[in-house]
């Protein structure tokens, strides 16, 4: 079984099943935890120097998400996403974005629109910086902040549940050749669309953006390489 490396968390700030499972979806999508490969939650819950149950309840929560399946008597495994998968989930991303963004273009306030710009910069940032966990974690809350604006909850749970699934494989080796900074760099791009009241060339970049997205997920299965591992835990391993 796969094991990554050590990771740490604060447990006084947020609920330790909620930051555990915050923590194994970036995992998730950076590719740190594999496709095919089965982790333990003995094992992982070592790395993260606390007990078995609330990384079990955690890979459960990501289990409804689609993310892991379980393995019987062995712990989780990480689900496989094909490239039907990800067309699929592009082209639903690309019904409901594309045509929100025009809406919200034409009935947002501009302070609204001007609140997100701190954190399109932030996604660059991270993006050149090559904090992975900063530049997903900026990414969604540009993406689900800016479609709340909508109005409409349930189109951003949709949303959010989307990306969850379509993780993007080798994101590790896109942004070692700096590939993710064009698709930051998009955002502002966006942002600036909207502020000025285009909504027509809004949605045409909103539609770049995501085949932009795309083509990153198709590069980076094409380039993956190998994420260094930690030591590896027995499965007998008594949780703490």
């Excluded at 609920?15 to 970036?26: I, N």
């Excluded at 399109?120 to 530049?135: K, P, Q, S």
């Excluded at 390489?225 to 499965?235: D, E, K, Y």
Aim: some cysteine; proline content about 5%.
């Amino acid at each position: 079984m796969g094991h990554p490396k050590r990771r740490n968390l604060n447990t006084t700030r947020e609920r330790l099943r909620d930051q555990v499972a915050h923590h194994l979806r970036a995992e998730l999508i950076s590719g740190e935890l594999r496709p095919g490969e089965v982790y333990s939650a003995p094992g992982l819950a070592e790395d993260f120097g606390i007990s078995a149950t609330p990384v079990r309840e955690a890979m459960l929560d990501l289990a409804r998400e689609g993310l892991v399946e379980p393995v019987r008597n062995k712990g989780f495994r990480v689900t496989e996403v094909n490239e039907r998968d990800l067309d699929q989930y592009t082209e639903i991303r690309t019904l409901i974005e594309v045509p929100m963004v025009g809406r919200i273009t034409r009935t947002a306030s501009r302070t609204d629109l001007e609140a997100l710009r701190p954190v399109a910069e932030e996604i660059v940032r991270a993006a050149r910086d090559h904090d992975l966990i900063g530049y997903l974690e900026a990414d969604r809350q540009f993406h689900l902040s800016l479609l709340a604006l909508g109005g409409n909850d349930r189109l951003v749970e949709t949303v959010g549940d989307l990306r969850k699934r379509s993780r993007l494989y080798g994101l590790t080796g896109l942004d070692e050749r700096d590939q993710l900074i064009p698709s930051a760099e998009e955002h502002i791009e966006l942002l600036d669309l909207m502020v000025a009241g285009d909504a027509k060339a809004a949605e045409k970049c909103m539609a770049r953006h995501l085949g932009h997205v795309r083509s990153l997920w198709a590069e980076g299965a094409e380039t993956d390489t190998p994420v260094r591992r930690g030591r590896r835990v027995p499965l007998s391993r008594t949780p703490r």
